[in-house]
């Protein structure tokens, strides 16, 4: 190949990295928007600040669980190695031990597939429920998360 062709193809493919490193960024981010988006409806319900609403609740859980078994299943496309760096809080824990960061994203699916199959019909059902989601978002950004 010649020199300047492969510069050109050099170039060319670090520019498909660092665009595929930031479209994962963008991903991430929308699919932890989404879960901010519904805690702050779920969120003043289980502290009782705001009325129990059953419908409200379950169609909150449905889609919690739907965005974590997207992130279960995306893991590796969502958080690939060296999206460190950049406009983003992800620590490089994540990448020291992958294996326990994809747990952390098993641990919350789990409980939003049990909140959301307990149908709560009520607060104290939704709170026993909703309880250990908000645990692995919280356990999760203690340890995988800039503060
Ligand atoms: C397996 C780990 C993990 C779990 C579980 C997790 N998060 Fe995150 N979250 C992160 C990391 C890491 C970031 C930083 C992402 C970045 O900046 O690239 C983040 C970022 C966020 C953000 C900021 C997004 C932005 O940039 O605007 C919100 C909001 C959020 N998470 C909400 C939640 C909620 C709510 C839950 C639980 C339902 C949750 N997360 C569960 C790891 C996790």
């Known amino acids: 190949m010649k020199p300047f062709a492969f510069a050109a193809a050099a170039a060319a493919l670090s520019f498909t ?13 929308e699919l932890m928007k989404e879960r901010g988006s519904v805690m702050r409806i779920l969120g003043p319900i289980a502290q009782g600040k705001a ?5 409200a609740v379950n169609e909150g859980l449905a889609t919690l669980d739907a965005n974590a078994r997207r992130a279960v299943a995306e893991v590796d496309a969502l ?26 994203n098993g641990k919350l699916a789990e409980a939003t597939a049990a909140a959301a199959s307990a149908a709560p019909q009520d607060l104290a059902a939704f709170q026993a429920a909703f309880g250990p989601v908000a645990a ?12």
Do not use: M, N
């Open 136 to 147: 692995s978002c919280g356990s999760c950004h203690e340890t995988y998360r800039r503060p």
């Open 79 to 104: 958080w690939p190695q060296g999206s460190d760096s950049g406009d983003t809080k992800a620590l490089p824990a994540i990448w020291a031990d992958f294996d326990a960061f994809k747990a952390a």
């Open 17 to 29: 990295v660092a665009g595929a490193a930031a479209d994962a960024l963008d991903d991430r981010k």
């Open 51 to 55: 009325p129990f609403d059953a419908a």
